[in-house]
């Protein structure tokens, strides 16, 4: 199975079981007063790199260009407020008026922000998330909280991410969306010539 379909598929399940948790908890995003596309994410994973620039790819050429100005003057606010020792809070650059422009292909944490959540680790330890301010609002007085368990969706993107690389060595990524979009993809899935802007500021492509 080609590796960004497999992903399709685990953020269809992921999907699921979100809706399933915050349905339990009565929990939703409208009309929340804060906007969690505002905060300074980092992502980790080539795939979810392949798969932003999939998503990218498929929009009109001014809109990509929108997205990328837009993503240049975000990395410049980053790198003012990381100056200062202050965590970034800037807008998502493919943010429109509250919306995301590339909902269907947007990345892992933005999918899973929000509702309770634990882990299991490899070792057998558990870590716990209480969720979003006004998920914990929302769950404060009950004595059982209903989670979402992610053990089973970071293991899957282990071994996706894995048969991307195919064995290959590559220098570990924490990269913002923005450096994402400003960076030309991983190199199995660069664009030709024809597609794309090609290379514009960002990190250095690790691939090569």
């Known amino acids: 199975m080609n590796t960004l379909t497999g992903l399709a598929e685990l953020y269809t399940e992921i999907e699921m079981a979100y809706d399933k948790v915050a349905t339990l908890l009565d929990f ?24 932003l620039w999939q998503g990218l790819r498929l929009l009109p050429v ?41 909902y269907q292909h947007r990345l892992l944490i933005c999918r899973l922000h929000g509702v309770p959540a634990s882990i299991t680790a490899p ?18 007085n009950l004595a059982n909280v209903t989670t979402m368990d992610r053990t089973r969706f970071f293991t ?5 991410e894995q048969s991307l ?19 030309e993809p991983p190199l199995t899935f660069s664009p030709s010539p024809s597609q794309g802007e090609g290379r514009d500021g960002g990190v250095e492509n690790p691939q090569k």
């Open 165 to 183: 690389l195919k064995g290959r060595s590559l220098p570990k990524i924490r990269m913002t969306l923005a450096e994402m979009l400003l960076q």
């Open 62 to 102: 001014d809109r990509q260009t929108e997205y990328r100005a837009r993503a240049r003057a975000a990395l410049a606010a980053y790198r003012e407020a990381l100056a200062k020792e202050e965590r970034p809070q800037v807008m998502c650059p493919v943010n429109d008026n509250g919306r995301c422009g590339i």
């Open 123 to 140: 070792d057998g330890r558990s870590r716990q998330f209480p969720g979003c301010f006004r998920c914990q609002e929302l769950t404060a």
């Open 156 to 160: 899957t993107m282990v071994s996706l």
């Open 28 to 51: 939703s995003c409208r009309k929340c007063p804060d906007n969690c596309c505002d905060s300074y994410f980092q992502h980790h994973t080539y795939i979810e790199w392949a798969y």
